[in-house]
């Protein structure tokens, strides 16, 4: 049965990928999409069966010394809830990607890539120990490489996928290190032989860098690298906003519940090293508090359709590492649970707008799509509503639950984390009705753009909009240079000036909702996004919460956080709520009753705009301190050492001029007599010439 669950997509990926040409692509999308569904339904029952926790040993892998590596799977509550996550949004994903993908023609290679994302990511959260899951991580970041650049014809989505497979390969590198670590301390990888002797080292010392360091905090400091990189923390977040360059169901699957949660999935599989490593704890809630807090801003003033919902995911992630930071692993993972259902819903109905718009992405140039999608919209609001926290859906819970535990923690760092989470929830209730109200209410703003497109695979550069809010034009209030507005004065830059024009028939079109194989995923989620908070919050995070983790997550005896974040003060538990409401007020007075004020306060602001709208500058930093050195480096390799020294003396000098004398000894290879009597009479005349000297000298001698 289980084995069913982890290789059915591997089979559906080998089919589609091995013989998708011969057999075509609808076979392909009704082979892949069918593996997923029987993996997802599968997963279902499992998820309900009472089973504390079952070991499946598949196969000895190897031996190396005094490692031993199995490949097994581990089933307890943590890996069923992944594993209904990641199967059930997967499958939603094929589905979906049945009619959007419709008219591409590689669909075999697209659907061969998402099933073979999905295998890896279910590696990942089986594995019963850390070479496993380090073989599912390192195929989950194939694998999104592949589908990040899957149109690989457009530079800007190999550069992304580049970016991204980059990027998290310094992630990586501090996990392997990780692994290194753990495996020097208990002489074992597997989980099993970690767990129960975690104890014994809480006060190891291990030389690293120069200075002995607590061994636990250092593993679990290196191990949360890799996490930073897999689930875009700050500082290593970069490559997530660029990754919308993929199609947009690609944007789901990676940014919804698979890649981006491995990160949030690894500490809470770890939680009994992290546990007893406090310090450890304190970086990831600071970095998770940050991140949330910095996400959040970003997206105030994000264009782009799917990078507002992009930069919202970053900012949830960064939830997430705050309830593992603070001790409340059950409520990260309840997040990474509920947000799985409403983010995958935000970026698939994002993608129906996308379709509606014929491939337009700029919210200013929409509005008054509610006429045209209203299905569409229905979504939207409802994956909206999740997100922001209105009441009784599923983000309400697990948002509220996060919140909670980080003012009820002791820890340091909490009231950092618990600060920055507030606010990021203000700010995430405001960009969220920011992207509903301009993509849907209003008046239409697409008419006479329709010749301007937006390839799904072509995104907003993050400078386009940096000279439009410098100066005010004509004198008029909010009016920008080389900006264009519509008749109420707000900023409509044209999609022109930040997106790679596409050109077809299709764009004289009116917006249409989206056929029936993208919409009813679109359903589906949309039941989670607002019924998976209650039904499912006495399990995760309530009163049946230990019959149902099990021992699945550690809680040390002095960890209490999941007891004592039901009775905080009232006004802190009624703050979530605050904030969603002060943000819709402030998003609806904004862009619906003074449609003006966003332009006019971006003008006003340029300085705090452009830092903003380019995200806090963090691509041209590492552009300058690791790109620009690194490509200079490789260039005087290239040309001085590799062009000039090895080429120069090697294949263009030494070898170069050996040629040169075989070309003239060829040439005496004529075939004739003569030549070659000649060529003896004159090798003879000097053979004797140089004897009669040498022996000359020798005689005078």
């Known amino acids: 049965m289980y084995h069913a669950i982890v290789f059915f997509p591997l089979i559906g990926a080998l089919v589609a990928g091995l013989f998708g ?68 949004v997967s499958t939603l994903v094929h589905l979906y990607s049945m009619g959007y993908m419709e008219e591409d023609p590689h669909r075999p290679r697209f659907f061969a890539y998402l099933s073979l994302f999905t295998f890896a990511m279910l590696m990942l959260v089986t594995a019963d120990n850390l070479v496993q899951m380090f073989f599912g991580w390192e195929g989950v970041g194939l694998a999104s490489y592949l589908l990040i650049g899957f149109w690989y014809e457009k530079p800007s989505a190999n550069a992304a996928a580049m970016k991204a497979f980059i990027v998290n390969r310094v992630g990586d590198f501090g996990f392997s290190l990780g692994i290194f670590l753990v495996f020097v301390l208990f002489g074992s990888v597997a989980f099993d032989g970690i767990f129960p002797r975690v104890a014994e080292f809480k006060d190891t010392t291990f030389h690293f860098l120069g200075y002995d360091w607590n061994a636990l905090t250092l593993a679990c400091l290196l191990l949360f690298m890799g996490a930073m990189g897999k689930s875009a923390q700050f500082l290593l977040h970069t490559w997530l906003p660029d990754a919308m360059e993929g199609p947009t169901p690609v944007s789901a699957l990676i940014h919804a519940a698979t890649m981006v949660t491995a990160g949030v ?31 959040a801003t970003v997206g105030l003033v994000q264009n782009d359709i799917k990078r507002v919902i ?27 649970f509920t947000h799985a259902f409403f983010k995958a819903l935000l970026f698939l109905g994002a993608g129906s707008v996308i379709h509606a718009m014929h491939h337009e992405q700029d919210m200013r140039n929409m509005g008054a799509l509610r006429r045209y999608i209203p299905f569409t919209t229905a979504m939207m609001a409802i994956g909206t509503l999740a997100l922001t926290g209105f009441p009784f ?4 819970y697990s948002k509220d639950a996060i919140i909670e535990a980080a003012y009820a923690s002791t820890r340091p760092g909490h009231t950092l984390a618990f600060l920055c989470t507030v606010i990021a929830a203000f700010f995430t209730s405001f960009y969220s009705w920011r992207l509903f109200f301009l993509t849907f ?63 077809d028939d299709h764009h004289a079109h009116m917006p249409h909702e989206s056929p029936r194989v993208m919409t009813i995923p679109l359903a589906i989620l949309a039941f989670g996004a607002l019924f998976a908070g209650v039904i499912f919050k006495d399990r ?89 050195p690194a490509k200079w480096l490789g260039v005087v390799f290239w040309k001085g050492l590799d062009g000039r020294v090895i080429d120069g003396m090697g294949p263009d000098g030494i070898s170069a001029r050996v040629v040169d004398v075989t070309r003239g000894v060829v040439r005496l290879q004529t075939g004739y007599v003569y030549h070659y009597a000649f060529v003896m009479l004159v090798g003879v005349a000097a053979l004797v010439t140089w004897y009669m000297m040498t022996g000359a000298a020798g005689g005078a001698h």
């Not at 490692?67 to 509550?77: G, S």
């Not at 992009?310 to 990474?336: D, I, K, N, P």
């Not at 859906?393 to 309400?396: F, I, K, L």
């Open 21 to 88: 040409r011969y057999i075509g692509a609808k076979p392909s999308e009704y082979v892949t999409t069918a593996c997923l569904a029987f993996s997802a339904l599968i997963s279902w029952g499992v998820f309900f069966d009472g089973t504390d926790m079952v070991r499946v040993q598949v196969a000895h892998w190897f031996t190396a010394g005094d490692l031993t590596v199995d490949w097994a799977f581990r089933i307890d509550r943590l890996t069923k809830v992944m594993l209904v996550v990641v199967t059930s």
């Open 265 to 295: 999935f690894m500490v809470a599989r770890l939680s009994p090293l992290f546990e007893l490593a406090p310090n450890a704890l304190i970086v990831v809630t600071v970095i998770g508090g940050i991140t949330a807090f910095f996400a």
């Open 540 to 628: 995760f995070i309530g009163e049946g919460m230990d019959a149902f983790w099990g021992h699945a997550l550690a809680h040390g005896p002095d960890n209490h956080i999941m007891h004592d974040m039901h009775h905080v003060p009232a006004l802190v538990a009624a703050l979530p709520f605050i904030m969603m409401v002060l943000g819709f007020a402030l998003a609806f007075w904004m862009y619906i009753r003074r449609p003006e004020l966003p332009g006019a306060l971006a003008a006003q602001q340029p300085t705090l705009y452009r830092f903003l709208l380019n995200k806090w500058y963090f691509d041209e930093i590492y552009d300058r301190i690791f790109v620009r």
């Open 441 to 503: 209410e209003g008046h239409a703003r697409w008419a006479g753009h329709g010749a301007h497109g937006h390839d799904d695979h072509a995104h907003a550069h993050a400078a386009h909009g940096t000279a439009a809010v410098a100066h005010q034009a004509d004198g008029a209030p909010g009016h920008h240079e080389g900006v264009a507005h519509d008749d109420k004065g707000h900023d409509i830059e044209p999609a022109s000036h930040s997106a790679v024009e596409h050109h």
């Open 393 to 396: 859906t599923a983000g309400y």
């Open 310 to 336: 992009a930069y919202s995911t970053c900012s949830q992630l960064g939830y997430m590492f705050v309830a593992l930071g603070v001790g409340a692993y059950a409520a990260g993972v309840f997040h990474l």
